[in-house]
């Protein structure tokens, strides 16, 4: 069972290293093809390895976001259905958010929140973002509200997961910590090149920034479940 289980990710890594090798070869036409496999392969993975557990809000919460993420990376082929991709995205920022939160211990205890040093914590994130933001805004025109919005949510989204230190094992910390910070970086990558200046690496960077950060998160809730403390 648990080779069955290796064999969905042997299909999200194979499905990524296709895609890339399509991005260098400027070949969207077969982007079609491998592009939705990338996600669909990781939906599978952890389907599988977390059926005992399927009702719970953690494994509905990344089932949710994995699953808003592969509709936007279908959507995103479309350069004409971005907004609509950008909203399954937000969603599945929603979805991580709720996840990050339920994957901690006690996750229902306030407890005491220096707020001063949280904001230091979390103040790299936010110069990015508002850097990001100040590049793009002028060429944003009807969507600058929905963009705002997205920008908050996937900051909320980051910084949810490094609120995570000390409340779970440091191996799930990290690689969730991680995953989502790359994701941030592709999101922000993806901004650059659509809204302020196209450079040839942009597709590379993007999708291999989001491949291997959707797998640490991914990796990251498995610890968690393993091994919660």
Known sequence: MRNKNLAWLYLFLLATLADLVFLLEFNSELRFYSKPLILLGLILYFYRITKPIASTLLTKA???????????????????????????????????????????????????????????????????????????????????????????????????????????????????????TLFFLSDGILAINRFYREFPEAGILIMGTYAIGQLLIVMGIRSHIIQPH
Request: include cysteine.
């Open 62 to 180: 990344i089932l949710g976001a994995l699953i808003f993420s592969w509709i936007g990376d279908i959507l995103l082929l479309w350069p004409d259905l971005f907004v609509y991709g950008l909203g399954a995205f937000l969603m599945a920022h929603v979805c991580y958010i709720i996840a990050f939160k339920v994957a901690q211990k006690n996750p229902g205890e306030i407890g005491n929140v220096n707020f001063i040093k949280t904001f230091f914590f979390n103040l790299p994130f936010y110069i990015i973002a508002a850097f990001v933001y100040y590049l793009i805004q002028s060429n944003l025109g009807v969507l600058k509200i929905p963009v705002i919005i997205y920008v908050i949510t996937i900051v909320s989204m980051v910084t949810t997961a490094r609120e995570r230190f000390g409340k779970s094992n440091p191996a799930s910390f990290w690689q969730v910590m991680i995953g989502a």
